[in-house]
T-cell receptor, first 112, second 114 residues
Framework: DAGVTQSPTHLIKTRGQQVTLRCSPKSGHDTVSWYQQALGQGPQFIFQYYEEEERQRGNFPDRFSGHQFPNYSSELNVNALLLGDSALYLC???????????FGSGTRLTVV | AQSVTQLDSQVPVFEEAPVELRCNYSSSVSVYLFWYVQYPNQGLQLLLKYLSGSTLVESINGFEAEFNKSQTSFHLRKPSVHISDTAEYFCAVRWDTGFQKLVFGTGTRLLVSP
């Protein structure tokens, strides 16, 4: 049974560019959350998607947006990249009503 | 504001010694508590969780944590650590307020030396 799959594992972007990160949830899970983990910090909640809608959002600017598809997979988009966006981006999936979260291995984004 | 505090950024211990990693959170409202472990260049792996019932929860690799509602704490313990336990440990809390997010502490790096 595959866990949470994230792609790509690493990427390097230039300031001002746009990036799309992808996440496939664990089989049977219907909810996807995205977290940003800066170096030496704990993960910070970006937003959560359920039934293809953004259900809750953390303290991140509108440059961060997302999408959930009918198969529950999700994308995280970041526009106008800043150097401070360099971080490990983690996707977590869960099943609505069940308090267990499975994390992927993350995408390491470096903005130069 | 909801917050999670891990006071120790780094805990060095010798192999086979006991260890305690501390976690406190900001509110005694009904909570769900988690400990995650992160090895270098990897994602987060669930170590153990408290949802309800017994306040002492255990993992399969010898870690345990105790939910203390009065002290709003969820400290992680292991009676005898191994070199392979060297990793970053994160405490996370979900408050039962309708909000779905996990709030993480800043992490504690456990360094086990021979």
């Amino acid at each position: 049974d595959a866990g949470v799959t994230q792609s790509p594992t690493h990427l390097i972007k230039t300031r001002g560019q746009q990036v799309t990160l992808r996440c496939s949830p664990k089989s049977g899970h219907d909810t996807v959350s995205w977290y940003q983990q800066a170096l030496g910090q704990g993960p910070q909640f970006i937003f959560q998607y359920y039934e293809e809608e953004e259900r809750q959002r953390g303290n991140f600017p509108d440059r961060f947006s997302g999408h959930q598809f009918p198969n529950y997979s999700s994308e995280l988009n970041v526009n106008a990249l800043l150097l401070g966006d360099s971080a490990l981006y983690l996707c977590a999936s869960s099943l609505e009503g069940v308090y267990g979260y499975t994390f992927g291995s993350g995408t390491r984004l470096t903005v130069v | 504001a909801q917050s999670v505090t891990q006071l120790d950024s780094q805990v060095p211990v010798f192999e086979e010694a006991p260890v305690e990693l501390r976690c406190n959170y900001s509110s005694s409202v009904s909570v769900y508590l988690f400990w995650y472990v992160q090895y270098p260049n990897q994602g987060l792996q669930l170590l153990l969780k408290y949802l309800s019932g017994s306040t002492l929860v255990e993992s399969i690799n010898g870690f345990e944590a105790e939910f203390n509602k009065s002290q709003t704490s969820f400290h992680l313990r292991k009676p005898s650590v191994h070199i392979s336990d060297t990793a970053e440990y994160f405490c996370a809390v979900r408050w039962d307020t309708g909000f779905q997010k996990l709030v993480f502490g800043t992490g504690t790096r456990l360094l086990v030396s021979p």
